[in-house]
Nanobody
Framework: QVVLVESGGGLVQAGGSLTLSCVASGRSFTSLIMGWFRQAPGKEREFVAAVSWSGDPTYYEDSVKGRFTISRDNTKDTVYLRMNTREPEDTTVYYC????????????????????????WGQGTHVTVSS
């Protein structure tokens, strides 16, 4: 079982930047595909970004392309999400996720199905973007 602990959420002004971090433990980090999702109250969990074990390739939801960057540091068992924020759509809870699957194949099936491939989830970190 992989344990994921997110940090870095908080309050940021619209147009500002915020970096979320997620530390993984319990399994070899380089065997894991890592991802970020977000979920607003009353809505389904939405795929944000994913990164392969080596750091390439990466995939993004269309709404965050060019604004968010996912990266990982395999020496620190950590995945990051750097966000250039836009209010209010980016205000929600962000979740880190881990799984073992073929990322390009999963992406080809559609971002709306991406959550099904991940089997470990963090507790979430809240991001509030103010105008």
């Amino acid at each position: 079982q992989v344990v994921l602990v997110e940090s870095g959420g908080g309050l940021v002004q619209a147009g500002g930047s915020l970096t979320l971090s997620c530390v993984a433990s319990g399994r070899s980090f380089t065997s894991l595909i890592m991802g970020w999702f977000r979920q607003a109250p009353g809505k389904e969990r939405e795929f944000v970004a994913a990164v392969s074990w080596s750091g390439d390739p990466t995939y993004y939801e269309d709404s965050v392309k060019g604004r968010f960057t996912i990266s990982r540091d395999n020496t620190k068992d950590t995945v990051y999400l750097r966000m250039n924020t836009r209010e209010p759509e980016d205000t929600t809870v962000y979740y880190c996720a881990a799984g073992r699957f073929d990322l390009p194949t999963a992406h080809a099936l559609g971002n709306e199905f991406m959550a099904q491939h991940f089997d470990s989830w963090g507790q979430g970190t809240h991001v509030t973007v103010s105008s």
